[in-house]
């Protein structure tokens, strides 16, 4: 069976809500890009967040999932469209991500709504990144204190 890794790396500097760090994709993808507290309560301002990371990553991989089943089942896209809104809720603990909504477009030739609808509801549930938001997954660590 094949494996496929991927990595990130974050350097985090101070505490929460006056911190900053750097979330750099290791496969040199894109260029170093900064998250803070802020950008994830407030104003983005030019920053990441873990949740805009996240919604990144389900809809990358939704939107795969998707041209696979349509072009295995109905017909080839030409074009889809995938907004991912993640959410996240504050309660007596914190916050806790609860949700990602996905908007889906697409340009489908020689298909009507219902055949894009049940395709998308195909994706949704086949999608390997959604798989493991619904179910969850073992989350390894290791730790090394330095200095």
């Known amino acids: 069976m094949a ?3 991927r990595s990130v790396d974050t350097e985090w500097t101070g505490g929460l809500s006056d911190g900053e760090g750097i979330v750099s994709f290791l496969s040199g993808a894109t260029g170093a890009l900064p998250v803070t507290w802020a950008s994830r309560v407030e104003d983005p301002a030019g920053k990441t967040s873990p949740e805009e990371l996240l919604a990144a990553s389900l809809a990358s991989c ?12 109905y017909a080839r896209p030409q074009g889809l469209n995938v907004k ?13 991500v609860d949700a990602i909504d996905l908007e889906v477009r697409g ?20 999608c390997p990144v959604g798989i493991v938001l ?14």
Do not use: W, Y
Request: aromatic share 4%; charged share 25%.
């Open 62 to 73: 939704f939107s795969m999932n998707l041209g696979h089943v349509l072009e295995s089942e």
């Open 3 to 5: 494996t496929i890794e």
């Open 107 to 126: 340009k489908v030739p020689g298909i009507d709504a219902g055949a894009f609808e049940a395709a998308v509801a195909k994706a949704v549930e086949t």
């Open 84 to 96: 991912a809104t993640c959410r996240a809720t504050k309660d007596q603990h914190g916050f806790k």
């Open 134 to 147: 619904v179910k969850g997954l073992e989350i390894t660590h290791s730790a090394t204190l330095e200095g």
